[in-house]
C-alpha cells in the first residue's frame, strides 16, 4: 500500500457497539444504520459486523447502498431504504427483497407499480413527519393515503409493515419537540392501526433516543453514529459513558521533517508564523482527504489535533488540499516515516474525532464521514489478534 495514511476500522468494536445498543434497548430490535458508507467506515464489512454484534435489521439512505448490501452477500437482515427520488429503481429493490420507505403519495404509486410488474408484494414503511420539517407525510396526508393503501394491501400490491419518523432534538432530550414529535407519532400509530393496518415494527429512536428515551424504542431503534463508537450527545457523556468504542482510528506517516528559524510563515497566507526555532513536520493528509479547513491552526487557537511521539499537538497554519503542517518544536527527534494519529479511541489520551468537530465547529458525524475515497480503509479485528 503506496498511499501515506490510512482509516483504520476495528470491526470488533462495531460488534461490541450493536451489543452495547441492544442492552440500552433489550424490548426491541436493532437496526444498524450503514448509509454513507457505514459513516464513513465501510458498508460492507462494517454491515457485517453489526449483523455479527445482533443487528436484525440494516438502514441504508440511498437504495444504491442498500442494493450493494445484497449483492454483497448481505441475505439475512431486513434491509429498509428511505431516501429516493421518483423514477428510481423500486423493481430492482423489491428484486432485492429491501423493504422501502413511502414518505410521499407518488411514492406509494411507483412502488405498488414496481410491485406489479415483480410479481410480489411490495414491503412499505410508512414514514410520517412528526416535526422535523423534512422527509415525510404529513399527519394529514397519512390520513388521507390510508383508503389508497388498504386498496394495494387488498390487491396484493403493497403490505404496509411498519411506520417510524425521525426526531429533530433526539441529541438534546430535554427539548419540548422531543416530546411533542413522539405524541405526534403516538397520534399517527393510533390512525394507521385504527384503520385496519397491522405493523411488523414501529421505530422512532436514532443513536441519542436509543441511548437517552426508552420510551421510544418501540419495536426497534436505528443506532446511527452510537455503531460506530462514537457519542451523539457529547455534552451528556463520551463514547466510554454509554459502553462505546470509536472504530475508526485515522493514521498516516510524515512525509517530512525539517528545521526551521524563527519567524518563520507556515502554510499558505502564514497564518502561523514560528515563534522560534523549530522543527516541522509534514503529514500528508489535506482536505482532499477530508481534513476540515476550518481546523486550521493561527498563531493564537491551536488547529486540529494530531498525536505524534506521545504528544498532541495542534495543526500549524492552513489545511491544504492534500497535507498539514505541525510544529515539532525544538530539538524534536521525529523523522519522515514516523507514524501520527489524527483521532482514534481516545484512550491513550489522543484525539477524537470528538475533538476534531470541536475544533471544527462541526459534529463528530461529519469527521468522519468525510474521510475521502482516496484513504484506504484497512478493517482489523482486535479480537480475532487478541
Known amino acids: 500500500m503506496s498511499y501515506p495514511a490510512r482509516a483504520v476500522v476495528d470491526l470488533a468494536a462495531v460488534r461490541a457497539n450493536v451489543r452495547s445498543l441492544a442492552a440500552h434497548a433489550p424490548t426491541a430490535q436493532v437496526m444498524g444504520v450503514v448509509k454513507a458508507d457505514g459513516y464513513g467506515h465501510g458498508l460492507l464489512p ?193 463514547p466510554e459513558d454509554f459502553g462505546l468504542v470509536p472504530a475508526m482510528t485515522l ?30 513536520g509534514l503529514v500528508p493528509l489535506g482536505y482532499a482527504d477530508g481534513i476540515p479547513r476550518h481546523a486550521s491552526g493561527t498563531q493564537e487557537r491551536p488547529g486540529g489535533p494530531v498525536r505524534v511521539g506521545g504528544r498532541t499537538l495542534g495543526v500549524a497554519g492552513r489545511v491544504c488540499m492534500d497535507q498539514v503542517v505541525v510544529d515539532l518544536g525544538p530539538g524534536a527527534t521525529e523523522r519522515a516515516g514516523d507514524r501520527v494519529e489524527l483521532f482514534g479511541t481516545g484512550h491513550d489520551g489522543g484525539p477524537t474525532a470528538q475533538d476534531w468537530a470541536e475544533v471544527a465547529g462541526t459534529i463528530s458525524y461529519e469527521i468522519v464521514t468525510r474521510v475521502g475515497a482516496r484513504v484506504p480503509r484497512v478493517h482489523v479485528d482486535s479480537e480475532a489478534a487478541s
Do not use: C
Open 46 to 238: 462494517t454491515a457485517s459486523a453489526a449483523i455479527a454484534g445482533g443487528a436484525t435489521w440494516l438502514g441504508a439512505a440511498q437504495m444504491d447502498e442498500a442494493l450493494a448490501l445484497r449483492r454483497g452477500g448481505i441475505v439475512g437482515p431486513r434491509v429498509l431504504t428511505w431516501l429516493y427520488a421518483p423514477g428510481a429503481p423500486l423493481r430492482d429493490a423489491l428484486d432485492a427483497d429491501i423493504d422501502v420507505s413511502v414518505s410521499a403519495p407518488w411514492a406509494l404509486r411507483e412502488l405498488a407499480d414496481a410491485a406489479r410488474a415483480a410479481g410480489r408484494p411490495a414491503r412499505a414503511h410508512l414514514k410520517v413527519d412528526t416535526g422535523l420539517g423534512r422527509n415525510g407525510l404529513t399527519p394529514d396526508d397519512l390520513a388521507s393515503l390510508l383508503p389508497e393503501v388498504l386498496r394495494l394491501r387488498a390487491e396484493g400490491a403493497v403490505e404496509v409493515v411498519g411506520l417510524w419518523s425521525h426526531l429533530a432534538f433526539a441529541d438534546e432530550p430535554e427539548h419540548p419537540t422531543v416530546k411533542l414529535q413522539a405524541e405526534v407519532f403516538a397520534d399517527a400509530l393510533r390512525t394507521v392501526e385504527g384503520a385496519g393496518v397491522t405493523l411488523e415494527v414501529r421505530h422512532l429512536a436514532n443513536s441519542a433516543a436509543t441511548l437517552t428515551a426508552p420510551g421510544m424504542h418501540y419495536d426497534l431503534v436505528r443506532p446511527g453514529i452510537a455503531v460506530y463508537g462514537l457519542s451523539p450527545v457529547p455534552q451528556l457523556g463520551g
Open 251 to 280: 493514521e498516516a506517516e510524515l512525509a517530512n521533517v525539517k528545521s526551521v528559524p524563527g519567524r518563520h510563515g507556515v502554510s499558505y497566507a502564514h497564518h502561523y508564523v514560528t515563534p522560534g526555532d523549530t522543527v516541522l
